[in-house]
């Protein structure tokens, strides 16, 4: 059953975009040229799973962000609504989280980026997600669509590890105890 991951940024209180979806907080966010980690992250990865919500949001930054296969779940959105450019990049899904990393998994992939909020909830809701990276940017938002949502129970965390970087960012690292 392949891994999944999380490698994502926050604002400090906790939103990942704000309330219409806009990210222009974290993607015009300068990092002095600082390495966080993301290409060692996506190194040991072998796909890509998102929800609709972020893919709206990152379709068309050119180039393209991501260099692995991308499944995307929605259920109102078709391979047809995939720009021309990303067809052989992206696919739609309709897919629950398990039903998705079943998918993953008749592809061979041993380990999956999961991004998005409403997907990473759905799939630690599942007890799919391994482990997580959190980036937190100094930038408070006020309000926006946050990271975690609603459980059906505590979700416990082993703190692997904490990095703070010049620019402010400051990234926290932790598995999911089973």
Same mark, same amino acid.
């Given at each position: 059953?392949?891994? !999944?991951? @999380?490698?994502?940024?926050? +604002?400090?209180?906790?939103?990942?975009?704000?309330?219409?979806?806009?990210?222009?907080?974290?993607?015009?966010?300068?990092?002095?040229?600082?390495?966080?980690?993301?290409? $060692?992250?996506? $190194?040991?990865?072998?796909?890509?799973?998102?929800?609709?919500?972020?893919?709206? +949001?990152?379709?068309?930054?050119?180039?393209?962000?991501?260099?692995?296969?991308?499944?995307?779940?929605?259920?109102?959105? #078709?391979? =047809?609504?995939?720009? /021309? =450019?990303?067809?052989?990049? @992206?696919?739609?899904?309709? *897919?629950?989280?398990?039903? $998705?990393?079943?998918? #993953?998994?008749?592809?061979?992939?041993? !380990?999956?980026?999961?991004? %998005?909020? *409403?997907?990473? /909830? =759905?799939?630690?809701? *599942?007890?799919?997600?391994?482990?997580?990276?959190? +980036?937190? @940017?100094?930038?408070?938002?006020?309000? %926006?669509?946050?990271? &975690?949502? #609603?459980?059906? $129970?505590?979700?416990?965390?082993?703190?692997?590890?904490?990095? +703070? &970087?010049?620019?402010?960012?400051?990234? =926290?690292?932790?598995?999911?105890?089973?």
């Amino acid at each position: 059953m392949p891994k !999944g991951h @999380v490698f994502i940024g926050t +604002s400090v209180d906790g939103f990942i975009a704000r309330r219409d979806g806009d990210i222009g907080w974290l993607t015009g966010f300068s990092s002095l040229g600082e390495d966080h980690g993301y290409n $060692a992250h996506m $190194a040991k990865l072998d796909g890509i799973v998102m929800g609709r919500g972020t893919f709206e +949001s990152v379709k068309d930054i050119e180039p393209w962000f991501y260099e692995k296969k991308v499944l995307v779940l929605s259920r109102t959105l #078709a391979n =047809s609504d995939v720009p /021309q =450019s990303l067809r052989s990049k @992206v696919e739609i899904i309709n *897919a629950s989280p398990d039903e $998705a990393t079943r998918i #993953a998994e008749e592809r061979g992939w041993r !380990g999956v980026y999961i991004d %998005g909020g *409403a997907v990473i /909830q =759905s799939f630690l809701r *599942a007890g799919l997600i391994d482990d997580m990276v959190i +980036s937190r @940017v100094p930038v408070l938002i006020g309000e %926006g669509l946050p990271l &975690f949502g #609603a459980l059906d $129970a505590d979700v416990m965390l082993e703190h692997v590890s904490t990095t +703070s &970087f010049p620019s402010g960012l400051v990234q =926290s690292h932790y598995r999911i105890k089973r």
